[in-house]
């Protein structure tokens, strides 16, 4: 049986793989503040899964330039 943590966890993997293509589309910035908003809402309830979303924030927040439209 498939327990909750094992479906958040697999969610939460599909979401990242689907930000990563966003940003390699040229929509990183976007990609960004979902992931953001990701981890808002992970901080306080699953810190593994926060994790990936806020690993994957700063990586691609490299790549950004906020200063354009």
């Known amino acids: 049986m ?6 958040i966890e697999g969610m939460a993997d599909i979401l990242v793989a689907s930000l ?4 390699k ?8 503040r979902l ?3 990701a981890c808002a809402q992970l901080r306080d309830i ?4 926060w994790q ?3 690993a994957l924030l700063h990586r691609l927040s ?3 330039r906020w200063d354009e439209p």
């Open 2 to 7: 498939v327990q909750q943590a094992d479906r």
């Open 20 to 23: 990563e293509l966003l940003a």
């Open 25 to 32: 589309a040229g929509h990183t910035d976007t990609a960004c």
């Open 35 to 37: 992931a953001g908003r």
């Open 46 to 49: 699953d810190a593994r899964q």
């Open 52 to 54: 990936k979303f806020n």
């Open 62 to 64: 490299k790549q950004v």
